[in-house]
């Protein structure tokens, strides 16, 4: 699997969440077509694509080299902050503080939170619009 296709399979397995009224907060979405959140390349979100989707940038590196900044973005409509605030959560699951390795063609990688870990923003021109923005290092361990 390449760099890109490892990172797009990493960042396509977040769970998609809705409002559980039972528990008063978001769970995993248990409907068998919609199980994940849709995730696409910053570059390549399609023009019909509906919210929530996260999109990430894609950097890429080789052994010995500095680890990558990658950006994520988690946009959500919502008029509060608990829908973008689960999925903070569960993005902090998938990296956790340690971080994980991924596999790829000749290695691996090391996905790893950045600093800030997580920052808040709404859109200037929808403010129902929400966004989460995280910092996200990559260090590769390949042969190229």
């Keep these: 699997m390449t760099k890109e296709a490892a990172l ?20 995993a979405v248990e409907n068998e077509e919609e199980t994940n959140l849709p995730a696409y390349m910053n570059t390549a979100v ?3 694509a509906k919210l929530p989707y996260l999109t990430y940038t ?11 900044s990658l950006t ?11 829908e973008p605030n689960a999925y903070a959560r569960e993005l902090g699951k998938l990296i956790p ?11 691996g990688m090391r996905v790893y939170r950045g600093n800030p870990w997580c920052q808040s923003f709404v859109d ?4 129902t ?6 910092n996200v290092n990559v ?3 390949t042969e190229e």
Excluded: M, Q
């Design 8 to 27: 797009f399979s990493f960042f396509s397995s977040l769970p998609k969440l809705e409002y559980d009224k039972d528990s008063g907060g978001y769970a």
């Design 46 to 48: 399609p023009d019909n």
């Design 58 to 68: 894609v950097l890429i590196g080789t052994f010995g080299e500095p680890a990558c």
């Design 72 to 82: 994520v973005n988690i946009w959500c409509r919502t008029t509060d902050e608990a």
């Design 97 to 107: 503080r340690g971080g994980v390795l991924l596999h790829c063609d000749g290695g």
């Design 124 to 127: 200037d021109t929808d403010r």
């Design 129 to 134: 619009i929400k966004r989460r923005y995280f």
């Design 139 to 141: 260090e590769y361990i």
